[in-house]
């Protein structure tokens, strides 16, 4: 469930969330392709700086080898858009997270970036024409086989709000946990 997002520079705004599965993780057939991405609604801030949204998806997702660890996990990406006055949408911040693989819930905090421009000219058609930068692809390549972060964009970034997302996960085979993950809390 997509709870909350804070400390951005805008008033209205709403969230899009978007799920990519690794190479040993599947998403169950069963659901249809719309669960995969999805949006919130668009939300006021309060006085706080936080927009309140508690929008649920679910998703179920296999995995077909033996040892969960060896892998790289599925991943939840977020971008973050607003309204401006004359009512259209910019895009604010971009960030992603690894979904965790131990039963239970779990609030996860995405911290977000959004791209930084120092020349005048951006920052003016930024203010006045609604032309932020945008990132095409967030979820190519975010994420390195090496488990290394890398930067494909050759883009300047600066950080910008969080986005709060609570996860219950559920497992219901055991048979892919070794003995030492089940003692450790993996049941």
């Known amino acids: ?105 779990h609030r996860l905090v995405i911290n977000t970036w959004k791209p930084f421009t120092d020349n005048r000219l951006e920052k003016m058609r930024q203010f006045f024409i609604g032309c932020a930068p945008l990132v095409h692809n967030i979820h190519k390549d975010s994420i390195h086989t090496s488990n290394k972060c890398t930067n494909n964009y050759g883009l300047k970034s600066e950080s910008s709000g969080s986005v709060a997302v609570d996860i219950d996960v559920l497992i219901q085979n055991h048979s892919g946990l070794s003995e030492g993950e089940e003692e450790n809390g993996y049941h």
């Open 1 to 105: 469930m997509v709870v909350s997002a804070k400390a951005f520079n805008c008033h209205n705004s709403c969230v899009c969330f978007y799920v990519e599965s690794h190479k040993n993780w599947t998403f169950v057939n069963d659901l249809n392709e719309s669960s995969f991405y999805g949006t919130t609604q668009k939300c006021w801030t309060n006085d706080t700086d936080l927009s309140l949204f508690s929008t649920p998806f679910q998703i179920q997702i296999k995995f077909n080898e033996t040892n969960v660890t060896t892998d790289l996990r599925p991943i939840l990406y977020i971008k973050v858009l607003s309204f401006d006055f004359w009512n259209r949408l910019v895009s604010e911040s971009y960030g992603f997270v690894e979904l965790p693989i131990r039963p239970g819930k």
